[in-house]
């Protein structure tokens, strides 16, 4: 599918931008995509300019104060006094960081050492536990009856003495 030819009619607006409108001659234009709008192409007037970017107002360039000039000498004062808080901000931000990480480092020794205490103490617990259950289970003796009653207390009221 080849497209027909179209002829290209550019005008510039007052910000020196073009803007390149199309005409079709031989065919109609192409289907409109529901929802979608066509948009003109926008070219810079003078292409040698720039690539068609437009500086920010931050980004333009001021006419340059004299290097001698008090005004230069006092931003460049400011500007110097700015870098130093930056920078000392910085290193004191990161001496900061290291010292939490140092805390936290030593923080965690002590509870990994709490953790193995308290392990160690489990396990003897565990131990002294499971002795007594034994020694208990070794103690108790089973019922002398085979029909499974409980003997009969050796008690002096129940004789009739």
């Not at 931003?75 to 010292?99: F, I, P």
């Not at 565990?126 to 208990?136: R, S, T």
């Amino acid at each position: 599918m080849s497209r027909p030819s179209q002829a290209k009619l550019t005008t510039a607006d007052h910000n020196g931008v073009s803007v390149i409108q199309s005409q079709a001659h031989a065919a109609p234009p192409l289907p409109a995509v529901a929802g979608l709008q066509q948009v003109p192409q926008l070219v810079p007037a003078n292409p040698s300019a720039g690539g068609g970017k437009a500086l920010a107002s931050s980004k333009m360039k001021k006419p340059q104060a004299d290097k001698d000039s008090e005004e230069y000498r006092q931003r460049r004062e400011r500007n110097n006094l700015a870098v130093k808080k930056s920078r000392m901000r910085s290193k004191q931000k990161a001496m900061d960081t290291q010292q939490r990480v140092n805390e936290l480092k030593e923080e965690n020794e002590r509870l990994e050492a709490k953790i193995k205490l308290l392990s160690k103490e489990l396990s003897v617990l565990k131990d002294l536990f499971l002795e007594h259950a034994h020694n208990l289970a070794d103690n108790v003796q089973p019922p002398a009856g085979a029909d499974g009653a409980s003997p009969a207390p050796n008690n002096a009221s129940a004789n009739g003495q």
